[in-house]
């Protein structure tokens, strides 16, 4: 319920221009988002963490945003290091205008990235733009191999889809929105990614674990270690400000440990699906109000 209402809430014009407006709301931003990418790479980098950097913003209403969103994207490149990876949402370079532009674009970014050195992932949004999200990838893959895809274990032909997915980079994740039709029991999900996870690292491609999940981050090592893949077979994917404990632990046993970290001023949506992911979150935003 209140999972629901968050979500509902992160797509509300009215509640972003509240929320977003407030200086009360900066300590749990900061949490989450990066305010200056270049120096929170750097940081990272330092302590032995791989990154993929997202520039905020999603579902443009016109081409000179979807343009804006591009240039964004090149101008980010400049300033990350050879093995870095960018996570681009295909809405924010225009998939709900028309899938071409969308193509378009990505592929813009991707020739770019592949100069320095940078890999892209394409991050997978609402219901609605899955299937445009699996034939913009399968387009670009042909030309860029190494374009990675997310999949969502919500969805119930998930499985499947790791499956047509093999030889792909592919990032598993529980999934941050709805859908109709969709798992929705945590144990469900949970079975599901498993599911996935035994696909992925059975299969000839590249798994992106991405998940804080104790339980699932250790099913992930065991069946790795099952199919032989070493620390270079695979890799972990946590988000900016989320267990970074933990991230530090993996590192330091020598996995490949990604942090996934946002930044830009369009933060309101990306903040809601974090605080619905977990209601915990919404009270140190209660406190942090508070205590002002
Ligand atoms: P959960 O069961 O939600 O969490 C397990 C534990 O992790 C919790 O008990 C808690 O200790 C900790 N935790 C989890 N979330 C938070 C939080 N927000 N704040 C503090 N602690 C937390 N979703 C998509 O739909 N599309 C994408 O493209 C996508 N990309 C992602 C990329 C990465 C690298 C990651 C890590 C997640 C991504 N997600 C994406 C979000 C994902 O779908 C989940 O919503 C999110 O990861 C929470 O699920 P979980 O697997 O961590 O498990």
Same mark, same amino acid.
């Given at each position: 319920?209140?999972?629901?209402?968050?979500?509902?809430?992160?797509?509300?014009?009215?509640?972003?221009?509240?929320?977003?407006?407030?200086?009360?709301?900066?300590?749990?931003?900061?949490?989450?988002?990066?305010?200056?990418?270049?120096?929170?790479?750097?940081?990272?980098?330092?302590?032995?963490?791989?990154?993929?950097?997202?520039?905020?913003?999603?579902?443009?209403?016109?081409?000179?945003?979807?343009?804006?969103?591009?240039?964004?994207?090149?101008?980010?490149?400049?300033?990350?290091?050879?093995?870095?990876?960018?996570?681009?949402?295909?809405?924010?370079?225009?998939?709900?205008?028309?899938?071409?532009?969308?193509?378009?674009?990505?592929?813009?970014?991707?020739?770019?990235?592949?100069?320095?050195?940078?890999?892209?992932?394409?991050?997978?949004?609402?219901?609605?733009?899955?299937?445009?999200?699996?034939? $913009?990838?399968?387009?670009?893959?042909?030309?860029?191999?190494?374009?990675?895809?997310?999949?969502q274990a919500y969805?119930?032909?998930?499985?499947?889809?790791?499956?047509?997915?093999?030889?792909?980079?592919?990032?598993?994740c529980k999934g941050a929105y709805?859908?109709?039709?969709?798992?929705?029991?945590?144990?469900?999900?949970?079975?599901?990614?498993?599911?996935?996870?035994?696909?992925?690292?059975?299969?000839?491609?590249?798994?992106?674990?991405?998940?804080?999940?104790?339980?699932? $981050?250790? $099913?992930?090592?065991?069946?790795?270690?099952?199919?032989?893949?070493?620390?270079?077979?695979?890799?972990?994917?946590?988000?900016?400000?989320?267990?970074?404990?933990?991230?530090?632990?993996?590192?330091?046993?020598?996995?490949?440990?990604?942090?996934?970290?946002?930044?830009?001023?369009?933060?309101?949506?990306?903040?809601?699906?974090?605080?619905?992911?977990?209601?915990?979150?919404?009270?140190?935003?209660?406190?942090?109000?508070?205590?002002?």
């Amino acid at each position: 319920m209140l999972r629901q209402a968050l979500l509902a809430v992160s797509r509300s014009a009215r509640a972003e221009r509240v929320i977003s407006t407030s200086p009360l709301t900066r300590d749990v931003v900061r949490r989450y988002v990066a305010d200056d990418i270049a120096r929170t790479v750097a940081e990272l980098t330092r302590r032995g963490l791989l990154v993929t950097v997202d520039h905020l913003g999603e579902d443009v209403h016109d081409r000179a945003q979807a343009e804006g969103a591009v240039r964004a994207y090149l101008e980010l490149l400049r300033v990350l290091p050879e093995g870095a990876d960018v996570s681009v949402k295909l809405t924010a370079l225009g998939l709900r205008l028309s899938e071409q532009l969308a193509l378009d674009n990505a592929a813009t970014i991707c020739e770019s990235a592949a100069l320095r050195g940078i890999t892209l992932t394409l991050d997978a949004e609402e219901h609605d733009t899955i299937p445009g999200l699996h034939s $913009i990838h399968t387009t670009l893959r042909k030309e860029h191999p190494g374009v990675g895809v997310v999949v969502q274990a919500y969805l119930r032909d998930s499985a499947e889809r790791c499956v047509k997915l093999d030889g792909a980079r592919v990032r598993l994740c529980k999934g941050a929105y709805t859908a109709p039709g969709a798992y929705t029991s945590a144990a469900d999900i949970d079975r599901s990614y498993a599911r996935c996870l035994r696909v992925l690292m059975g299969g000839t491609g590249y798994p992106m674990v991405a998940t804080h999940d104790p339980r699932l $981050i250790g $099913i992930a090592a065991t069946l790795a270690v099952l199919e032989g893949r070493d620390h270079h077979g695979f890799e972990y994917q946590m988000l900016y400000g989320v267990r970074p404990d933990e991230q530090e632990r993996l590192a330091a046993q020598g996995a490949r440990m990604r942090v996934y970290v946002p930044y830009g001023a369009d933060w309101y949506a990306y903040l809601m699906r974090r605080l619905a992911e977990r209601p915990a979150n919404l009270a140190f935003f209660a406190r942090s109000l508070l205590s002002r």
